[in-house]
């Protein structure tokens, strides 16, 4: 079944709001529950509304994550998800679900995302483990306070999946990070290129050129 449409994303935090709230008092201090506005396309200021926001550390006006990104690059893809990984910037696990509305149009304005911090599961798993979720494989979300440190996530996570730390990778290497990066949506972010390079220790220049080979095959 369809989500329903929403012309504002007011019109959607006027419905969203006790939702959250029933969700968040409901389930515990330790589920997170976060409206993402992604009407404007600012994705370095997202969130519109926020429960429990003390898991991730974020508020009101704080970023989307790389999934928020990888919108932006098939916004006609079904882009819900349910019981996927997260991980906040002091690596706890977090259990994601993620719910995107549209207006009449099909422009995704808004999200609703749920994030539910798994440690006092985990510090209880052989007593409770039949009650944790399946560890599903694929990249994990990266949940960040700020855009800076869900690129920092990105940037990490994608450097991990080549297996070599920058100073040893020859220029393949580096051309894969940023293909990884560029699929993950992260050169949406401001200035994405310049720390991408100082990460790989490239220069800006051959950071653009690798990124057009990318783009150009």
């Known amino acids: 079944m369809s989500s329903p449409r929403f012309e504002s994303i007011e019109g959607l935090h006027a419905v969203m709001a006790p939702v959250m709230k029933a969700v968040a008092v409901a389930v515990g201090e330790h589920c997170e529950v976060v409206l993402h506005d992604l009407s404007s396309r600012e994705m370095d200021q997202t969130?519109?509304?926020?429960?429990?926001?003390?898991?991730?550390?974020?508020?009101?006006?704080?970023?989307?994550?790389?999934?928020?990104?990888?919108?932006?690059?098939?916004?006609?893809?079904?882009?819900?998800?349910?019981?996927?990984?997260?991980?906040?910037?002091?690596?706890?696990?977090?259990?994601?679900?993620?719910?995107?509305?549209?207006?009449?149009?099909g422009s995704v304005i808004g999200a609703l995302c749920i994030n539910v911090d798994l440690t006092a599961l985990e510090n209880a798993r052989s007593i409770i483990s039949s009650l944790l979720p399946a560890d599903e494989e694929g990249p994990e979300e990266v949940v960040g306070p700020n855009i800076d440190s869900?690129?920092?996530?990105?940037?990490?996570?994608?450097?991990?999946?080549?297996?070599?730390?920058?100073?040893?990778?020859?220029?393949?290497?580096?051309?894969?990070?940023?293909?990884?990066?560029?699929?993950?949506?992260?050169?949406?972010?401001?200035?994405?290129?310049?720390?991408?390079?100082?990460?790989?220790?490239?220069?800006?220049?051959?950071?653009y050129s690798y990124l057009d080979t990318i783009r150009n095959p």
């Open 47 to 105: 969130i519109y509304a926020i429960e429990n926001g003390h898991i991730s550390g974020r508020t009101v006006g704080g970023p989307s994550t790389d999934r928020g990104l990888a919108l932006i690059k098939d916004e006609a893809a079904d882009h819900n998800a349910f019981g996927y990984r997260g991980r906040t910037p002091d690596g706890r696990e977090l259990h994601c679900s993620s719910v995107y509305y549209r207006n009449q149009a």
């Open 150 to 207: 869900v690129l920092d996530g990105m940037m990490e996570s994608a450097i991990g999946e080549i297996g070599k730390p920058p100073p040893v990778m020859v220029k393949e290497d580096r051309i894969e990070v940023l293909r990884i990066l560029e699929e993950r949506g992260a050169f949406h972010i401001k200035r994405a290129v310049d720390r991408v390079a100082q990460r790989l220790g490239i220069s800006k220049v051959t950071a």
